[in-house]
């Protein structure tokens, strides 16, 4: 791809993954430009981040994974990057699958793509609480949306100018993936699932505890049935993106 692409990695407390995440990035995508959202990190992510060759914006306080995706999706926005490529600070993410992503973008003709754990010989592994999670959110937004998602709460996606425009203006703010595929369907955007594989954190643990995860399933299945009444709002202009 000849567009402009900027990878974004939204990151909270991750001095123990960032160096091998934005290392890993530009080992396998060396045209593409690397923003580090740091999300007000108690930490050293911030310093590591730079001094690692990454493109760093401080966030004053915790955003939370919203508030630092938007951030982020601004940033491209205003800076006119193409393409947009959100992966996660913690390694969880394998570089070397952005190709597959940004292959899906072009030549499938859809606006965001999805790294799919739940398609082919993946071998990923997660608790039975959040397999069951994923599953009805994968039904209930498939139905939604009105074609097949398995991994909607998968943060691995490419996104195009388009896409990235309206995340600018309009993004989910306590936990986005899932509500996020709702959006994209209200505007018209198009929308498609790539395989993926899938590593274990470099360092750290998620913060999605067993009770948390009940919490999550519940509080994302509300917001997602309050989006289905929201009406799309306008942008730039008075102009819909879609």
Known sequence: M?????????????????REVVQGVKNHLPR?????????????TSDIARENGALVLDLPFNLGIGGAMQAGYKYAF????EVAIQVD?????????????????????????????????SEFKSSRMRRIGISIFSRVISWIVGQKITDPTSGFRAANR????????????????PEVLVLLHQYGLKMAEVPIGMSKRYAGESSITRVRS???????????LVDCFK????????????
């Open 78 to 81: 205003q800076k006119g990057y």
């Open 32 to 44: 593409a430009d690397v923003l580090v959202v740091n999300d007000g990190s108690r930490d050293r």
């Open 214 to 224: 009940i919490y999550y399933m519940i509080k994302v299945l509300l917001a997602i």
């Open 162 to 177: 388009k896409a990235i425009q309206l995340f600018s203006f309009d993004y989910p703010q306590d936990y986005p993936e």
């Open 89 to 121: 600070g913690d390694g969880q993410h394998d570089p070397k699958e952005i190709p597959k992503l940004l292959n899906a973008l072009e030549e499938r003709e859809v606006d965001m793509v999805i790294g799919s754990r739940f398609i082919g010989d």
């Open 2 to 18: 000849n567009e402009r692409v900027l990878v974004i990695i939204p990151a909270y407390n991750e001095e123990g993954a960032i």
């Open 231 to 242: 009406k799309p709002r306008f942008v730039t202009g008075g102009k819909d993106v879609a």
